[in-house]
């Protein structure tokens, strides 16, 4: 034992080695904390004084420090119509979207067999055309005179006999651009279900239906709320979509929160809708995920 | 106290079964009778077709060819939901977004029953996890997940319960321990348990029929004893256990059939030997022989059957020794003998003749070869639980 002795004494004692190693895991912790602080916190501080200025009593125009909480309330008063109709239309989108790719994750995680990367590459892939480019070919496939319209005309189903410049355009663009962020992370979350729960639901007498409600759907919740949040989030966002594919009378929040920094460049109240925009969306999301239960969830 | 069954129990009756993936065959046109209350074990090698035909009657799979009955009625063109089948999937596959309770449950709920606490807490008592019921399957053990799989398909009371391995991811005391809990579990309830495993022993231990598979079709089907001792197959012999199989040819036919081989002549009861021809394999199973000292063949009854040979191993395993005794002819013989002899046992090197009564000697036919099935068997008894 005692030739053993000194090569342990001359380690280092696991304590010391433990506590160094930790340190290492902070530093690593640094670039990423730095990005955060620089474009994150620092924005939304300043984001958030902004939302407080007021109009200088020397020189109107300009905004100086202050905290004028009325900005808040004047703003939200002025453009409540839009605040409410950017939630339907995100919720729109969202139901719709949900509807769309259910089915298809379903079909690339349990049916799809060798075509499974083709299918999900193929959900991706309208991606790598520009975000704006893609709406503006809506407008195209929209126009009063293309052949959705008119096929859609000849069968007497559009009330204003058109589509383009409606809140329906608007939605559909929505659904449309969102449409990856729903499918992926249902499919991640279908893939995951073991296909014998499916089996053993049939045969512990589920039908098809029961089986899907009971095992498939729950098991799947995961996917579906981080879809619907990936989709709903930057839907109600949005102002491309009502800027392109709708009319005046189908604006966003995001449109007139656009509308006040770039055109009127009455910054307070933009500051202040895009902070109130924020906030109700925390709030909606925070008890969508207490409601949903995913916590839960394995 | 019978939990489950008081109405009347049916036959499963298997006719021509069959089921082609492609152009394999994977199971080749079984008929079979499951009494009513058995417990019937199916037996075999990874990939014989046994785990497809059970996945055939619980209606997860669809048949190529053939019928599937419960008593007169046919239950082929069902599906799952509808049969009145239930199973133990091989990794439980419990719900785990559900509690246990649930999970035992889930059957009655979806066929609508509304007040299900008494059955559950019943079915809950019987596999003793009454105390569990609100846990999640990821909170329990392997073998209480187990019986809650076991719990969740036998409280549907099915006219069949399937099994498919259901022992195979437990370590192995605990899967002794759940042999007989199931076969505690079937005795009370009474229903018709149908058991896959490529585990010769947890079929010869539990069931009363056993059917040993291969190659899509059971080789031979019958009381697991009377399967071991009576091998009609060169599979069946080599993987039911171990077998010492000697080809030769018959010399004469009668109450008892003769049949020379190597120079030696072995005493067949004729109704042990299934060789339709003149060329017989002569099989004895290890453990039936007395090992002996070569001058001391005197000592063995007159008309036993004997080999003489040269002892090239010894193990020693407790119960009993293993002795392989190289013939004359070079093959290696293999012959069991309990430590229960007083004195000197046989050593390496020993000249020895090796003894039985012609009562434990059955004769097959040769068609198969002689090596048929002994790979399955040997890996078969070598796996591993965790594999």
Known sequence: ?298 | MPVGVSREVEDLRLVNLTKQFGDSTAVDGISITIPAGSFFALLGASGCGKTTTLRMVAGLEDPSAGQIFIGEKDITQLRAFQRPVNTVFQSYALFPHLDIYENVAFGLRRRGIKDVDLQVKRMLDLVELSALARRKPSQLSGGQQQRVAVARALINQPDVLLLDEPLGALDLKLRRQMQIELKRIQSEVGTTFVHVTHDQEEAMTMADTVAVMNAGRIEQLGHPADVYETPHTIFVANFLGQSNLIAGEKLSSGEVVEVRAHGLGFKIPAKRNVAPGSHVVVGVRPEKMTVLDAHDEHKLPVGHNRIFGVVTDVSYTGVSTQYLVQTPWDQTIIAFEQNSIVGDRSSVGDQVVLGWAPEHTFGLDPAEGVTSGIHEGVSALESDPEA
């Open chain 1, 1 to 298: 034992m005692a030739p053993v002795m000194p090569a342990i004494a001359n380690t280092p004692n696991i304590a010391e080695v433990s506590q160094r190693k930790s340190r290492v895991a902070y530093w690593l912790l640094i670039p990423g904390l730095a990005w955060l602080a620089f474009f994150f916190v620092v924005p939304l501080v300043t984001l958030f004084m902004t939302s407080l200025q007021t109009e200088s009593t020397t020189s109107p125009g300009k905004y100086v420090p202050g905290f004028q909480l009325s900005n808040y309330t004047d703003a939200i008063s002025e453009y409540w119509p839009q605040f409410l109709r950017s939630f339907l239309y995100a919720g729109l989108a969202t139901g719709f979207a949900l509807l769309i790719a259910y089915p298809l994750a379903y079909f690339i995680a349990f049916k799809a067999g060798n075509w499974r990367s083709l299918m999900l590459v193929l959900v991706v892939a309208p991606s790598f055309a520009s975000f704006l480019l893609r709406t503006y070919a809506w407008k195209t496939i929209l126009a009063d005179d293309g052949a959705v319209t008119s096929t859609l005309n000849s069968m007497h189903l559009l009330p204003d006999g058109r589509i383009l410049n409606t809140g329906i355009a608007v939605v559909a663009g929505l659904t449309y651009n969102f449409l990856p962020f729903m499918v992926l992370p249902l499919y991640a979350a279908l893939d995951k279900v073991d296909y014998r729960l499916i089996e053993a639901g049939n045969d512990l007498y589920g039908s098809p239906q029961q089986v899907f409600r009971k095992v498939t759907w729950p098991l799947s919740m995961p996917g579906v709320v981080a879809g619907t949040l990936l989709t709903f989030i930057p839907a109600a966002g949005d102002f491309i979509n009502a800027e392109l594919l709708g009319s005046t009378k189908d604006k966003m929040i995001g449109n007139v929160i656009q509308t006040n920094f770039i055109e009127f460049r009455d910054y307070p109240t933009a500051s202040a809708l895009s902070f109130a925009l924020m906030a109700v969306i925390l709030v909606m999301v925070l008890s969508y995920i207490r409601r949903s239960g995913t916590e839960d969830l394995v």
